[in-house]
């Protein structure tokens, strides 16, 4: 039967991390998989032309995250957070500065949504965030073990919208994202939403790169979540050889820390320090003075990650 056995691999929130993305790459090719799509976000991190390059050759469909609008917005003009003065802005700017025009017009010229068809199998929807927006989120509302990593990550909002009227707009049988960082598949009536997880830049408690594989068997789509370990000291060197450990500051710390421990660290430190700057009386917590974002930074605990109380609301 035609499109029997096919296997589709779908990479996401790559975020410049080239060891991690060769080491995806090597496992697909161990698979034999078939074909390759990227749900965004390849850009950031301290090899972000060379992630552009490289999933701009191999992936047959490409979708925007929002980190390529960060970078990139349609309209071409230079991104208001690279323009922004400030430590705070620091590692937005020295991530910007690396990109060449020539990839920054390639980022621009990415969909936010994309069909996947390929002969004998369903169509499958692919998009960065949710059907509703590039940086909005799906969630695995019946799946209890993936909300406890949402929870962990500080992702889990007071009430978890259901799945189903997120993806009511959704005509395609199945539904691939990115964006939250964690892998998660659900099946949801007659079709199947599935979380591709991260390759570069997990947040699910393991520090390996992950993807997925979409097989089709010749009736439905499944879906197979890998884990695939790579060698995280050329990360390591990468941030303190290129400048960018120096230069990004303690985003860029926390940055490494995530990488390195496969916990939220960049957002624990956010919500430390946007706490104390609205504790102080400062609301716009995107434009912190320097004293500011080097107070809450200097108050933050980097040996034990924050775990929400049971009682404390995301």
């Given at each position: 039967?035609?499109?029997?056995?096919?296997?589709?691999?779908?990479?996401?929130?790559?975020?410049?991390?080239?060891?991690?993305?060769?080491?995806?790459?090597?496992?697909?090719?161990?698979?034999?998989?078939?074909?390759?799509?990227?749900?965004?976000?390849?850009?950031?991190?301290?090899?972000?032309?060379?992630?552009?390059?490289?999933?701009?050759?191999?992936?047959?469909?490409?979708?925007?995250?929002?980190?390529?609008?960060?970078?990139?917005?349609?309209?071409?003009?230079?991104?208001?957070?690279?323009?922004?003065?400030?430590?705070?802005?620091?590692?937005?700017?020295?991530?910007?500065?690396?990109?060449?025009?020539?990839?920054?017009?390639?980022?621009?010229?990415?969909?936010?949504?994309?069909?996947?068809?390929?002969?004998?199998?369903?169509?499958?929807?692919?998009?960065?965030?949710?059907?509703?927006?590039?940086?909005?989120?799906?969630?695995?509302?019946?799946?209890?073990?993936?909300?406890?990593?949402?929870?962990?990550?500080?992702?889990?909002?007071?009430?978890?919208?259901?799945?189903?009227?997120?993806?009511?707009?959704?005509?395609?049988?199945?539904?691939?994202?990115?964006?939250?960082?964690?892998?998660?598949?659900?099946?949801?009536?007659?079709?199947?939403?599935?979380?591709?997880?991260?390759?570069?830049?997990?947040?699910?408690?393991?520090?390996?790169?992950?993807?997925?594989?979409?097989?089709?068997?010749?009736?439905?789509?499944?879906?197979?979540?890998?884990?695939?370990?790579?060698?995280?000291?050329?990360v390591r060197e990468s941030f303190e050889t290129t400048g960018y450990l120096a230069e990004g500051g303690a985003f860029a710390r926390a940055l490494l820390r995530t990488i390195e421990t496969g916990l939220a660290w960049?957002?624990?430190?956010?919500?430390?320090?946007?706490?104390?700057?609205?504790?102080?009386?400062?609301?716009?917590?995107?434009?912190?003075?320097?004293?500011?974002?080097?107070?809450?930074?200097?108050?933050?605990?980097?040996?034990?990650?924050?775990?929400?109380?049971?009682?404390?609301?995301?």
């Open positions: 039967m035609v499109g029997t056995h096919l296997r589709l691999a779908v990479l996401s929130d790559v975020h410049g991390n080239l060891p991690a993305l060769e080491s995806v790459l090597a496992d697909i090719h161990a698979q034999g998989v078939d074909v390759i799509a990227s749900a965004g976000d390849t850009t950031s991190g301290t090899w972000a032309e060379e992630v552009v390059a490289r999933i701009q050759e191999l992936a047959r469909w490409s979708v925007a995250g929002n980190h390529e609008r960060y970078y990139a917005p349609l309209d071409g003009s230079t991104p208001a957070t690279v323009r922004r003065p400030g430590q705070q802005w620091a590692p937005q700017r020295w991530c910007y500065d690396q990109l060449s025009g020539a990839t920054l017009k390639e980022l621009r010229q990415l969909p936010e949504q994309a069909i996947i068809r390929l002969d004998g199998a369903d169509p499958i929807r692919l998009l960065h965030g949710a059907p509703s927006g590039i940086a909005d989120h799906l969630y695995p509302d019946k799946e209890a073990a993936a909300l406890v990593h949402f929870r962990r990550a500080f992702l889990l909002p007071d009430q978890v919208p259901p799945l189903r009227a997120a993806i009511a707009a959704v005509q395609e049988p199945v539904v691939v994202c990115g964006h939250t960082h964690i892998p998660w598949v659900q099946s949801e009536g007659d079709r199947l939403v599935v979380n591709a997880g991260a390759v570069g830049l997990p947040i699910n408690g393991d520090a390996r790169a992950q993807y997925v594989i979409l097989t089709w068997d010749g009736i439905r789509w499944g879906a197979e979540h890998r884990a695939v370990p790579y060698n995280l000291d050329r960049t957002v624990a430190l956010l919500r430390h320090v946007n706490a104390h700057a609205r504790d102080i009386g400062w609301e716009d917590v995107g434009a912190l003075p320097d004293e500011l974002w080097d107070e809450g930074v200097a108050t933050f605990d980097w040996q034990t990650y924050p775990e929400l109380e049971t009682s404390e609301k995301p």
